[in-house]
């Protein structure tokens, strides 16, 4: 992911910031905010979708 993608990602689903927190530390509006997350999720889940079957099978999720 590109950088400020990344870091607003990892702000949102890990840290728990809201909207508001994270459009004023990077001095961005909400909305782009918004979108930087849809961007990221996009990305992670093109990039991702071949190992999602490994990922069921390994937590037990999906039997063979």
Do not use: C, M, N
Request: charged share 25%; aromatic share 10%; no cysteine.
């Amino acid at each position: 992911l590109p950088e400020q993608t990344r870091l607003i990602f990892i702000a949102h689903r890990f840290s728990g910031e809201s909207y508001r927190e994270i459009a004023a530390r990077f001095g961005i509006s909400e909305w782009r905010v918004e979108f930087e997350l849809v961007k990221a999720v996009k990305q992670l889940r093109l990039h991702l979708k071949d190992y999602l079957p490994v990922l069921l099978l390994l937590t037990g999720t999906l039997r063979p």
